[in-house]
């Protein structure tokens, strides 16, 4: 089957550096993305990584190795309001260059305390 | 600033009424949107794939007569939960691609609270 697994629960201190682990296991690959979503909030996209590497977005950065069915979400200089639920999903289908279905982890829960 | 957008944002309404949900993709054309439900501490599941000029592909286990798709034009997307029941109360969220193979951006989703 398909799935995504990354830590349910992450608690981490304001300034702190956090990472958020995601292996997967899919039919097909064509990228890994990371969402952002708040309590009562839709998704945020933050990162993709179609190639390995890292990929560096101001405080947030993510990396993908293919090979090892792996990626990360690096948060950097934690603030408080980056408490949030964050998924990786990774895109299974290529319908003939159009965007294919995202397949989500079932996110992890990160609580910045002060 | 978003570039795909959902409504309404919440609704409240009876068992056995229809609810239409609308997602709009502002600035760009759309052939595909997703449509995405959300229970509560659970993660995102694609419920099906609106194609525009053709039928909505369904994920397994979804009712297609009972979550109606329409894609009628480029920009525009519908949903309608057709006679919903308590347990139909969820997040529902549509998303679209912007361009290629660019990532999905999503609207901000409609909280349905069927009583």
């Known amino acids: 089957g398909q799935s995504l697994e990354q830590p349910s629960e992450v608690t981490a201190v304001e300034g702190a550096i956090v990472q958020i682990n995601c292996t997967y296991q899919t039919s097909g690959f064509y990228g890994l993305s990371w969402y952002q979503q708040h309590d009562g909030g839709a998704p945020t996209f933050l990162s993709y990584?179609?190639?390995?590497g890292l990929e560096e977005t101001g405080r947030f950065s993510s990396f993908l190795s293919r090979s090892d069915s792996y990626g990360y979400l690096l948060l950097q200089e934690l603030q408080m309001k980056d408490s949030a639920s964050y998924f990786c999903a990774v895109r299974d289908r290529d319908y003939g260059g159009s965007q294919g279905n995202l397949i989500f982890g079932k996110g992890t829960k990160l609580s910045v305390k002060p | 600033g978003a570039v795909v957008s959902q409504h309404p944002s919440r609704v409240i309404c009876k068992s056995g009424t229809s609810v239409k949900i609308e997602c709009r993709s502002l600035d760009f054309q759309a052939t595909t949107m997703f449509w995405y439900r959300q229970f509560p501490k659970q993660s995102l599941m694609l419920m099906a794939t609106s194609n525009e000029g053709s039928k909505a592909t369904y994920e397994q286990g979804v009712e297609k007569d009972k979550f109606l798709i329409n894609h009628a034009s480029l920009t525009l997307s519908t949903l309608t939960v057709t006679s919903a029941h308590p347990e139909d109360s969820s997040f529902y969220i549509c998303?679209?691609?912007?361009?290629?193979?660019?990532?999905?951006?999503f609207g901000d989703g409609t909280r349905l609270s069927i009583l």
């Open positions: 990584n179609a190639l390995d």
């Open positions: 998303s679209a691609p912007v361009q290629g193979n660019q990532p999905q951006h």
